[in-house]
Each structure stands twice: as structure tokens, then as C-alpha cells.
């Protein structure tokens, strides 16, 4: 009652002073203006597609202890606010959660939103899925999950996203900038996370704005305007946060109430515009109104933007206008102004001297191969799908691509998770492994049924995959073929040439045999299983499936095959009276005090020799003629924990080590030698929880390494960074080369960046850069190559040695968000212990100039693993039953060595989606390095092409039309001169594919003879 009085008491003596309080019509309509200074508003909200919660989490608002963000109540109140006042704009970027919202929403309610798009209210921006990480992304993951989100925008509202949006990743690379934004037709990207130390002199420079050319082989013609945000991708200082639990002041804009602000929040957002101008190009500036989740009552942001801009444009000084990227990049570009050029990438990224992002370059190891595999199995699976024909009722490929889709994002293959939401992308992973999974079962049963081939509906053949052979866990591998049972292995080959492999499963006999699809026996070795791959398997299967398998494997059987491109053939595994050859087994015992006694490896043109002590130390290729010394060894970075000064710690983003400790083998440790016909492997016991085989094979000139590292030991209380290291006396005056998300290499000098003068802060964490397909060092006379099997971070500190970081674990949080001690563990109802990583690295060393073969087609080879199906027979002729023999090239045809198949996927209207990469950079390979040509024809023999399309890289537009409407910014120094190598239009009756180097190109196809199956 009291208060009652009070505001009655205020309301008549305010009154009667005279100030007026009505409706005020903010005019909210404002454009650009010319000779002003534009403030381009533009609201937006950064969703992350799974972070400190799950995408779903997020979605729905739960787990709100966590972090209090809803996206469903960004996109429903967006839809209000927007209603509200038509010259609001909003922006939205991650598909997955709009894919998410849209589904639900009723028919009402989708024609307004398609309203405010068509009115260019509401935009889509970036529109993948999610937005990726640009570090640990492999280059076909950022293809796919871009595609998806791109054409799902095509589809459903005929739009084409025009600005690439990366405002969150740690660091930014070449790829992103000339293929996934330039490629895709972006007319601008824009982000902010780049090197303090350079940000700084940008600043400094109106240097913030560039024209990045990040792409050696295609120089200016894949230019891409590039925006970096002065601060971040939040509002300018200021305190212009609207969300309902803010602290900034709203405006207060009523006479009748207190605080009324109009002056003071009109003369913060002029300040801020005027700083941000002065370190801005043209006369447009844009301030991103919003953050992480924001909008979740949009009215409470667009209420308070409404008044800034009513009330700043009444001001005058500057000009305030409700904007958008596509906006402020199309006024940018009318500016006519000549940008700087920014060449390679944004690698590596610190946010403070001792603050590198090095570290998730590697974080979740685990994830990151799980990732990477699932990956290729996406793709092997999309060509079944295909080569069947896409079903209407399941199952399909499309629960894996989404599960993919949503793991590129940039908290989530790059391992800066929480650990819950870690779990969550391996579970959806995992669903749609399981539906590809029987996908692939059922195709391979109806391409191998010889009746099959007018149509599959019912194929009798079962195929068991073996998803855990990882941990040597392969139960169809492992059963007992006795009494004239055989293990039929059917060996799907992805890639577009003939290829040959070693493969190797686990057997419970030594009396088998192998036999090819002609009946012939094929040369195998066995191999004993070791205790150590005995024990890693109890431990890894009893978590995977609750319970430890019954008998154990006693060898691996390897033996080489042979398959055709694009296809698949068969292997017999049977049983056998005679044993089959077993490795010969020899043990060295370290000699005390001496290194005398060597053992050599590699029964081909490889050979190593490896001291008593375990030391690798000699390198020779009777092929190549390469001899080198060369050594490797393990050592561990003492993570640094922070202190009360210096708080900075080793965390999920952030490298920072304190100190480095060699580790060096047991001397009590053996080391076992194992040589057959095959393969001949050195095992060693590097320490109690490193355990390394080195390989070589006979048909092959690589030295491949598996490491199975870890439960890395805490409780001396420091976290660890564990590190393998090759050392030759390769002269690579502080020069090394790792590529940009599997593709273009790019040059690196050790405590160098080519725009700045480095402050060597962090002589190690600077100098460390993300790899997804290998590292590599020259000389005059040699290069030395480290291939790897997902992505890492990696170096090379002194001249001569590459390093790559296989894992690590650490003890508390680095203080960016996450609120999580990155260190995993793998519980069984035993308990629970740090997690194991088992993997591999390949090395090579080629004569100068000779490397890049085998990177780029090896590489293509680890990426895309053989794909096994198994089946047991009881008797029985498979051959007469079953194609043993199946390619859907012509059988004389496989692709150029420079050319992989990057996409073969049905999509839902019968058309087919095909993309071919060339996988050579100009002067890469003397030979390779060219314009290649695919003949469709020959590879597709059995169809006939009725119609073919060329699309931009994700597929939502004609490549024509996008190239004809992409802005093309002025340059410093841009000459035009160069010449660019691209294949020529696809003549529809000669249907050849040309690619020049580097080519990625991208078609829709229509066969005569695909259907859709019905089943
Ligand atoms: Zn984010």
C-alpha cells in the first residue's frame, strides 16, 4: 500500500513538472549513408553444437546448472522480435540447432520465418552444420558437413549462404579461406582468433580487413575478403549486453523513471564507434551485437537496439543502421578500397604470451582417430549406398553424416569438450556407425550374390564387420575353421586406383591358410600375439562390451592383396594341416654397456638397424639409394599447472610445457625381433606404459610405427605431453612443411612468422602447428616424411628432427571455458584408469624432390583404409555362388595417380553427388603436378550419364553462377599476370573430368540406371 502511494505520489508530481511519456516510434529504418561513419549493428548469437553441454542439451535448455543457454528459446523468441519491427535483423548460423527448431515447428510459424528470409530479416550465415574447427579437420569432413547444412538452406528456402562466419575456431588455415570459402562462394569470411602479436600490429596498420590469398596454387583467383574482429565477436566495450540476466544498462529512455541514460549510452556506442574506426578501413564498421547464446529473449537485445540506433542516428555523429554481414561485406566492397594481401594461414594462435592453442591440436586423441575413421567409413559407405541404390526405408547413411557433421565442430573434434559431451559425440558416431554398419553388410551381401544383379531385395549372405580390430578383437577372424568351414574376407577398396595392402587379423590357430578369389593359395605370415596386445584387448573389449572375450587369438595372420579401384575382391581364410609360416622370433637382450650388437630389419628394399639398446640408428633404401642415420625416441613435456603469479596452465586448448624428459628404454626390457616373408616387426617395451612396434614390410619402402601410449602416470602430480621424436641430420635450417587440413602444404621457419617480428615467448608451444596428413623436412639431397593417422599437433624444434604429440594428460583446467582437467580414463566395473592410445605414424626418406608421391598417394591410402567383410561358409563354393570379383570402373581403368574420389553419395531425388580432388600443389611433383583427366565413361561403364552439372564445393549452386556473382576485392599489388591451371568445362557426350592441380570439382549427375530401392 505504502508503494502503491509512493508511485502515485511520483506520477502526479512528475506530471504536473510537465515531462511527457508516451509510445515513442523508434525509427529503426536507417540505410547506409555516405560520408558518415556507418555503424553496421549486427545481431547474432554464437551456438556452439555442443561444448560445456550436448548439442541436445543445448537445444532443449537442460543441464542448466551447467550453462544456462536454451537454443530453442533463441530461435522462438527471434521469430516475435522479428515480427515486432521489420527493419530488425537477425543472423543465424549453425544448422544443426535450426535443423532442430524447424522440424518442430507448425506451418504457421515456417511461413513467417521463410517471410523474413525472402525479406532478408533473417539470414543465414556460414550454414554448415556446425561451425568447424579448422585444425583437427580433415578436409572432406569440412566438405561433407558444410554440403549438409548448404543444401538443406538450397532446399528448403532456395537461399545460398554468401558469408563465411569462423568466429570461434582457434586459429584459422589456408583451406578454409580458399576452398571452403572462396569454393563455396563466399563473397567475405570473418572471425577474430588470431595471434595477439599480430592482431596488435594489424591494429596498427588498418590492417584487420585483408584480402587473403591463401592458396600458393591458385593465387588471386581464390582470393577471399577476410574480416578480423578488432576485440572479439562481442559487442564493443561499452557494456552493450542485452540478454535479461545482463549487467549492462539498458537504455532508459522514460523521463517518468530514475536513471534516465539516453546521454550516457548514446555517447559509449559513439566512443566505441569512433575507436573502432580508427582502426578500421572505409567508413563502415561493424559491431557484433551478441555472444555465446544469447537472444534467448531476443526482445530484451532488440528492444535496447532499437533505442541505440533511434537515439544514435537522432545524435548524429555517427550513422547507425540494423545490419548484416552480407550487408557491411557489400558496402566494403563498394568502398573501393585496395586491402591488404594475407597470404598461408592464421597458425598458430596465442591469446597471450604464454598462451598457445597448441594444444587441442592433439587434445582427445582417441575422439580425434574416431573421428577420422569414422570419416572414411562415411564415404566407402555412401559409394555401397550408391552401387545399390539409396533405400526409402533405411537403412542409410544419413544418421552417420549428421553424427559426423556435428563432430567437426570446434569444440568437439578439437577435444576442448567437456568430458559428458566428449561421450555424446562418440555415442552418435557410434549410432551411425551402426546404420552404415548394416548398410554395408547388406550391399556387400547384393553385389557378391551373383543372382543380385537385376535387383537386391532379400540377400541371404550374413557379413560380420570387425569394428574392434584395433584391439585385435575380430570374432569371425577368430572362430575355429574346421571340418571344411572357411572365413570368406570380402576387401572393399574406396579409392579410385588398383591398390595393395597388407592385411592382418587375428587367428586362433597356426594351421590356416589363404587362398585368393581364383582358388590359389596366397603367401601369410603369422605373427605371435603378444602379451602386451593380449592384455590391451581384455582390458579394451571388457570396456567396450561388459564382458572380456572367452579364448584368446594366438597369431596374426597377414598376407597382401590386391584390389581393384573402386571395388572389392575376395580372400579365403581356411583351416589347414600343415601350420602356416610363423615368424621367426629373436630376442635381444640389452647388452650392459655395449651397442655392438645390431639387429637389421626388412626383407625389401627397406632396412633398418636398431641397436641392443632399442635404438633405431641406420636408414637404408636399396631402391632409392637413400642411406641416413637416423634415431627416435620418446620424451614427455611436464605440463605446467599454473601458479599464483603465473597462472597460466597446460590445458584442452593450451600448450605449455615446463620442461622436457627424455624417455629412454628400460634397460631390462628385451627387444623382440619377429621376421617372415611379409613383414618383420621390432617390439619394444619403451617403458611401463609405451609400447612400440616398428614395421617394415617387404613390398613397401615406409617404416611404419604403431604406438600404444599411456595410462600416462599423474601421480607425481604433473600432467603430461607425450611426444615421439625422429632425429636425422637432415640440414633443415629451422624449415618444416605440414599441411593445411590434409592439403596444401605450407611452409614453416621455426621462430618465424612472415608478418611480424616474433616475441619468442614459447620456443616450443609457438612453434608447434596442427597436422592432418603429415610433416615433413628437406635438405639438398633429402626429404623426410611423417605421415599420420589422424590429426595432431606436431613440430619441428631443432634442425634435422620432426616431433609429433601423441598424447596427453593433464591435471587442471587452462582457464578458457571448459572448467574440465583434460584427462581421460576408460572405466570397466574394475575400476577406472588413464585412457590408453594405440597408433600409427609412417616415416619415409626420399632423394630431394621425391617425397611427394608418396605422401599424397599414400596419404589418400591411410585416410581410406580397406574396408573387411567376413563371412563364415560351411562348405561350399563361394565362387559359384558369389562374385569374388567386382569393380565399377571398366576393369583397365582406374583413376590418375593425382586424382582421388572425394565424393560418390545418392542423394534423395536420384541424382548423384561426385567430387574428384586433385591431390598435387603447382610444382609439387615433376610428373603429378599437371592437368589430370577422368574419364567418366570408363568409370562408370555400366551407367549411362544422362545429365551432368558442375556445382560449387557445396553443391548448393551452378559453379558458373557462382563464380559470375562472387566479389572479387582489389588487392595490394595485384598484377592479374598469373595463369591458373583448371580443367575446362565437361562436355556432356565426351564426359571427361580435366583437373588442374589442386582442382577440387564438384558435379551432379544424373544416371540412367539408378533407382531408388524399394524394400
Ligand atoms: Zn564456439
Redo the contacts with the bound molecule.
Sequence with gaps: MALLFLLLFLFFSLAHIGVDSAYIPYNTSQQIVEGKLNVHVVAHT?D?VG?LKTVDQYYVGSNNSIQGACVQNVLDSMVTALLKDKNRKFIYVEQAFFQRWWRQQSDIIKETVKGFINSGQLEFINGGMC?HDEAAVHYIDMIDQTTLGHRFIKQEFGKIPRIGWQI?PFGHSAVQAYLLSAQVGFDALYFFRIDYQDKNKRKDMKELEVVWRASKTFGSSLDIFSGIFPKNYEPPPGDFYFEVDDKSPPVQDDPLLFDYNVKERIDAFVAAALAQANITRTNHVMFTMGT?FKYQYAESWFRNLDKLIHYVNKDGRVNALYSTPSIYTDAKFAANETWPIKTDDFFPYADNPNAYWTGYFTSRPALKRYVRLMSAYYLAARQLEFLIGRSTSGPTTDSLADALAIAQH??AVSGTEKQHVANDYAKRLYIGYAEAEKLVRSSLACLTESSSKIGCSNPTTKFELCPLLNVSYCPPSEAYLSNGKYMAIVVYNSLGWKREDVLRVPVVSQYVSVQDSEGREVESQLLPMTDSTLSLRMQHVKAYLGSSPAASPKYWLTFTVSVPALGFTTYFISGSTISGKVASLETLYPSEGSTTRSVAIGKGHLNLLFNANGGLFQYSNGKNLVNASIGQAYKFYGAYNGSKSDPQASGAYIFRPDGTYPIKPEKTEPLTVMKGSIVDEVHQQINPWIYQITRTYKSKEYVETEFTVGPIPVQDGVGKEVVTEITTSIASKKTFYTDSNGRDFIKRIRDYRKEWDLQVNQPVAGNYYPINLGIYIQDESKELSVLVDRSVGGSSISDGQIELMLHRRLLVDDARGVDEALNETVCTNDGCAGLVIQGKYYTKIDPIGEGAKWRRTFGQEIYSPLLLAFSEMDGGNWGSSHVSNFTVMDPSYNLPDNVALVTLQALDDGSVLLRLAHLYEVGEDKDLSVMASVDLKKMFPDKKVSKIIEMNLSANQERDAMEKKRLKFRAADYTGAETVSRGSPVDPSELIVELGPMEIRTFIVNFTYIQLRKS
Design positions: 554464437h556452439d561444448w561451425m570461434d555465446d570446434h569444440d
